[in-house]
């Protein structure tokens, strides 16, 4: 037994054990015949054996205490206790040095359990609930020569197991392909998992997909237990994984193990020619938007990544009981179970049946959201990737299903996109899927429209530019419902009397701008021809709808420019500086299962030449004409305006 200096044995025989580390003389220390100390090593510093054969304590203190440890030394404690008791440390007391180099900390090892041993600093809680035996090991450091210097007393008890957990448990993962980390995750109660054999266990275990393990806890309970498990899903055949499909559920081997899954991580991925679905059709996704108060409260969630070599990005947290049935990605995805407290154990039933994993066509659009909002709830949306922003060039597309009698109102929360392009521009594209809605173009340099009111199904579209440095594109809008009657009722009363000057209004509107652009050009004036019978779908990106050019319309123009059709009249002093070749067409008639595309890309030559390329969106002097289809008749009262074709031109500087 170790005991203070100055102290005294019961049976008056006290043993002083000193020893030589160079020059200097070390006081180990002062022991009693009687106690748990079994031998004492002099090699190095010192290695002092402890054997405890049932309930007890000790206490025990580093070389020279009180005073300080010599510099840069270590000393180690043999702890030696049958595999059936268990062991606690608790830090009487203890000084820290001043170090210059090195740090002091304690390591611990058990080295009939596990090869790893466990690094704490002095402060830190120390571990208990120790099973077997163990080594306990102090480490100093180079000191400043300032006081204090290291010192460290602490106690250790030795004690029977407490609601010890000794029951083993079959994991079969014969059929299942995944990957399990089961880990202990508190230092204050050491836990060890046993596998096959009471002599190897760890803290932490690896389990692989394909074998049957047998595994047993070393512990007081298993609330400190956690599993972290992953599972790879590759199509590498595209025809064969159209005809399949996966749910994505925690296998029942785990949700039959008393132990909370604290992560279940599924590694989507396909070859380049096929798109990634997911989709939830009896709970539905929503997405957590904390600071718009639509939150994820319930027992889990999932934190979804799309990946491919050059990009990463985040769509977002989402959790269930939402209005997203599907989500389409082009790139590879990383789906994340993350759980919350005990209540996943009550809850995790229902999570088993509830997303689908598919493998479809490919898909050009980075990103697609189909939702079927309930007409009763507020829906928030963010544009992914919220915290970085949208990535550069991306084009993300909501499908948003609008409930009978009911119409959408939609409002954006920002009052711009909040950037500046370096290359190509952002849009947002607003489109009801009806044959003659009228579709909503805004830029990145335009104020956003504050509310739209949408009776048809409707499409929104994101597309992103470069933008400058430091800036991001990351956008939220809302989207209520009211009843259609209540709408018109309202529109009615407010515009009951101004109907025809808002109709007159816009169309004055419309020609004031094309009046403003023929006299600013009144040496070249703008010939516009509108064709009922041209086929108006916004022509898509590069590489979208893969046609050979005289099977699609892209060589087909809404609208003709002058220079297009009489350039040849034109001599040099005549002649644009620049001259614009095609004009943007926004897409019309029903859109369902394919998104609308966003508008041509493409560049104007530096060269004197005219060159049509797809490497860049519109530039900022480009005009634009919009084939908006209105009702054949409108009226108010005796008003009937027939509304037929060309709304003008727009030319925007």
């Known amino acids: 037994m170790q005991i203070l200096p100055g102290d005294t044995c019961p049976d008056q025989i006290i043993y002083n054990i000193d020893s030589r580390l ?159 980390t089961v880990y202990s995750k508190s230092s204050m109660n050491e836990c060890l998992i046993c596998v096959h054999s009471s002599r190897n266990c760890r803290a932490n275990v690896t389990l692989e997909y394909g074998r049957t393990y047998f595994v047993t806890f070393l512990c007081q309970n298993l609330e400190n237990i956690r599993i972290i498990a992953e599972q790879s899903i590759v199509c590498w055949n595209a025809r064969t994984c159209e005809n399949l499909f996966f749910r994505l559920a925690v296998p029942s081997v785990l949700l039959q193990l008393p132990i909370l899954i604290e992560t279940f991580t599924w590694k989507i991925q396909a070859l380049e020619p096929v798109n990634i679905e997911i989709i939830s059709s009896i709970l539905k996704l929503k997405q957590h938007i904390p600071n718009l108060d639509q939150r994820c409260n319930g027992s889990y969630s999932y934190i979804i990544n799309g990946s491919n070599p050059g990009r990463s990005w985040s769509l977002g947290y989402f959790c269930p009981v ?86 959408a109102q939609l409002t954006f929360l920002n009052e711009r996109m909040g950037i500046t392009c370096e290359k190509s521009r952002a849009y947002i594209y ?42 991001q594109l990351s956008l939220q809008f809302l989207v209520t419902f009211q009843k259609n009657s209540d709408v018109t009722i309202i529109i009615g009363v407010v515009a009951g009397g101004m109907g025809v000057l808002a109709v007159i209004g816009l169309l004055i509107c419309c020609i004031k701008k094309k009046r403003k652009s023929k006299r600013k050009e009144s040496h070249n004036p703008v010939v516009g021809v509108y064709n009922t019978n041209v086929n108006t779908l916004l022509p898509g990106r590069q590489g979208i709808f893969k046609r050979e050019r005289k099977r699609n319309d892209s060589h087909v123009y809404a609208v003709i ?91 925007n500087k």
């Open 22 to 180: 160079g020059k200097d003389r070390v006081h180990i220390g002062t022991f009693c015949r009687t106690g748990s100390v079994s031998r004492v090593k002099a090699q190095g510093l010192c290695i002092i054996e402890s054997t405890f054969k049932g309930k007890s304590s000790a206490t025990l203190m580093s070389a020279n205490y009180p005073l300080g440890l010599p510099e840069d030394e270590l000393m180690t404690w043999q702890f030696v206790l049958p595999s059936s008791l268990r062991a606690d440390i608790n830090f009487i007391n203890y000084t820290k040095p001043n170090c210059e180099r090195k740090y002091e900390r304690v390591e611990y090892s058990l080295p009939d359990y596990s090869p790893d041993a466990r690094v704490l600093s002095l402060d830190e809680v120390q571990p208990v609930n120790i099973p077997g035996s163990f080594n306990l090991s102090l480490y100093g450091c180079d000191q400043d020569g300032v006081k204090p210097e290291l010192r460290l007393i602490f106690k250790v008890i030795v004690n029977y197991p407490k609601n010890e957990e000794n029951v083993t448990y079959k994991i079969d993962l014969t059929h299942e392909k995944t990957n399990l």
């Open 322 to 407: 939402g209005d997203i049935e599907k989500i389409q990605i082009k790139d590879n995805v990383t789906i994340t179970l993350k759980t919350f407290g005990k209540r996943w154990f009550n809850e995790s039933n229902a999570q088993k049946g509830d997303l689908k994993l598919f493998f479809k066509p490919v898909l050009q659009e980075d990103c697609i959201f189909t939702l079927s909002p309930d007409p009763k709830t507020k829906v928030y949306v963010q544009t992914p990737n919220w915290l970085e922003g949208l990535l550069s060039f991306m084009s993300v597309y909501w499908n948003i299903s609008v409930p009978p009698k009911q119409v």
């Open 430 to 471: 607003i489109k009801e899927q009806s044959t003659k809605a009228v579709e909503t173009v805004c830029r990145d340099d335009n104020v956003l429209p504050k509310t739209l009111n949408l009776r048809q199904h409707f499409w929104i579209n994101i597309t992103n530019c470069k933008p400058s440095a430091k800036q």
């Open 561 to 651: 420019e002058d220079v297009m059709v009489y350039g040849h009249l034109l001599d040099n002093s005549t002649r644009p500086d620049i001259a614009e070749v095609g004009v943007y067409r926004p897409f019309s008639g029903p859109v369902s299962t394919a998104p609308p595309s966003p508008p041509p890309i493409r560049k104007i030559s530096k060269s004197s030449g005219l060159q049509e390329s797809s490497n860049m969106l519109v530039t900022d002097c480009e005009s634009y004409t919009f084939a908006c289809h209105m009702p054949e008749n409108i009226h108010n009262g005796d008003l009937n305006v027939s509304y037929n074709g060309h709304m003008g031109s727009r030319n």
